[in-house]
C-alpha cells in the first residue's frame, strides 16, 4: 500500500514507481546479526531542529519511514532529555504494523529502552504510564530513581559514575533485544559514535535553510571519523531525501 507523498528509489537502480510499504520494509528490514540503527532528520544546513524540536524538520515521507523502522526493530533506544523535550508518549503500532511483527515471531510493540545518567525522569510520562511493553531505563550503578519509577520500568545498571553504552547494548541483545533503533538526541549519538557502536546511520534531509542557532545532529567529545557506506538514496516528491549508511 502505498499513501501519501510518493517516495521513489534514486540509487541503486532508480524506480519510476513509487515504493509501497512492502518495498520500503524490504529497503530497512531486520539484519540477520545484533545492529545499532540511528535515525535522525536534518535541515540542508545541518539544522537538528526547527524552534527546539526535530518536528519542524519532519514532514510526512519521514514519518513514514519513521513507523517502519520502529515496526522492525525490537528495541527503540533514546536519550533521557530527548525523551523530556519531544515529549515521547507511549510506543504503539497500528494492527497492520502488529500482525507484521507477530507473523515473525515478535512482540507487538518494540521496547522502549531511555538512557538517562541521573535518572531525572517522570514516572507519569505517557511513555511510562500507558507502556504496552514495560519500557527499560539504562542508566549506572549510582543514579537513584525517583519515587515510582521502578513502578513501571525496569532499571538496567551498567557502568559506575556514567552509563557503560557497550555494555549496556551487550545486556539488551543478551535479552534478546538485538535490533536497536536510536532516535537520538545528539549527545547520545555522538558518545555511540565514540564508543564505535553505530552501525547504521538512517538519515533525513530536508529541504529547508534553518539558518544558525541549532545544534548539529551529533554532539560530545571530538571522536575519530567513523566511514559508512551508501546503501540507497531515495526522494520524495516534496523534495526530501532519505539516505541510508551502514558499515562497509
Avoid at 8 to 37: F, I, K, V
Avoid at 54 to 62: H, I, K, N, T, V
Avoid at 152 to 175: K, Q, S
Avoid at 192 to 217: N, W, Y
Wanted: with cysteine; charged share 25%.
Amino acid at each position: 500500500m502505498t499513501v501519501g507523498i510518493p517516495i521513489r528509489r534514486l540509487w541503486p537502480e532508480p524506480s519510476t514507481q513509487p515504493l509501497d510499504d512492502d518495498a520500503l520494509t524490504a529497503l530497512y528490514d531486520r539484519a540477520d546479526e545484533p545492529r545499532l540503527r540511528v535515525n535522525f532528520v536534518t535541515s540542508l544546513d545541518g539544522a537538528v531542529s526547527v524552534d527546539g524540536y526535530s518536528a519542524g524538520l519532519s514532514g510526512e515521507p519521514d514519518k513514514r519511514v519513521f513507523g517502519l523502522l520502529r515496526m522492525v526493530c525490537d528495541a527503540l533506544v533514546v536519550a533521557a532529555g530527548t525523551f523530556r523535550q519531544e515529549g515521547y508518549r507511549a510506543v504503539r503500532l497500528n494492527e497492520r504494523r502488529r500482525a507484521w511483527r507477530r507473523e515473525r515471531g515478535l512482540t507487538e510493540y518494540p521496547t522502549l529502552v531511555v538512557v538517562s545518567g541521573s535518572l531525572d525522569l517522570d514516572p507519569a510520562q505517557a511513555a511510562f504510564a500507558d507502556a504496552p511493553t514495560r519500557p527499560i531505563v539504562l542508566t549506572h550503578a549510582d543514579a537513584d530513581p525517583p519515587p515510582g519509577l521502578t513502578d513501571v520500568a525496569d532499571l538496567l545498571r551498567c557502568g559506575t559514575g556514567r552509563v557503560d553504552l557497550a555494555a549496556g547494548l551487550t545486556e539488551l541483545h543478551r535479552r534478546g533485544l538485538t535490533q536497536l533503533l536510536c532516535e537520538g538526541g545528539p549527545h547520545l549519538f555522538g558518545a555511540l559514535t565514540a564508543a564505535d557502536l553505530v552501525d547504521e546511520l538512517c538519515l533525513t534531509v530536508s529541504p529547508m535553510l534553518a539558518g544558525p542557532g541549532p545544534g548539529r545532529i551529533t554532539a560530545g567529545d571530538t571522536v575519530p571519523p567513523r566511514q559508512l557506506s551508501l546503501r540507497h538514496v531515495l526522494a520524495a516528491e516534496n523534495g526530501v531525501l532519505m539516505l541510508r549508511h551502514a558499515r562497509p
